[in-house]
Nanobody, 127 residues
């Protein structure tokens, strides 16, 4: 069982940056594909970004490409999401998720392929 704990959210003005963190415990972190999803009020959970087990490969939703960067530090069992030039439409609860090696270490946009989810961190962007 892997426990994921997100942090770094907050209330900010449009145009600023936040760095979200997701600390993992209870498993061999380096074997998991990792991703960030987000869910705004009244909307479905949507994929934001994913990163491979090694950290070499990444994938992004079109809506955040060029503004957000996902990275990971396997020594610290942590995955990060650097969010730059935030917009009001980025307001959502941001969730960290992990896919085990046994399921392919997936890091794409299908939420059903992930094994573990964090509780989320709220990001609110005012205009």
């Amino acid at each position: 069982q892997v426990l994921l704990v997100e942090s770094g959210g907050g209330l900010v003005q449009a145009g600023v940056s936040l760095r979200l963190s997701c600390a993992a415990s209870g498993g061999a972190f380096s074997i998991y594909g990792m991703a960030w999803f987000r869910q705004a009020p009244g909307k479905e959970r949507e994929f934001v970004a994913g990163i491979s087990r090694s950290g070499i490969n990444t994938v992004y939703a079109d809506s955040v490409k060029g503004r957000f960067t996902i990275s990971r530090d396997n020594d610290k069992n942590t995955v990060y999401l650097q969010t730059n030039t935030l917009r009001p439409e980025d307001t959502a609860v941001y969730y960290c998720t992990a896919c085990s090696l046994g399921r392919g270490g997936y890091y794409g946009g299908d939420p059903s392929k992930y094994d573990f989810w964090g509780q989320g961190t709220q990001v609110t962007v005012s205009s």
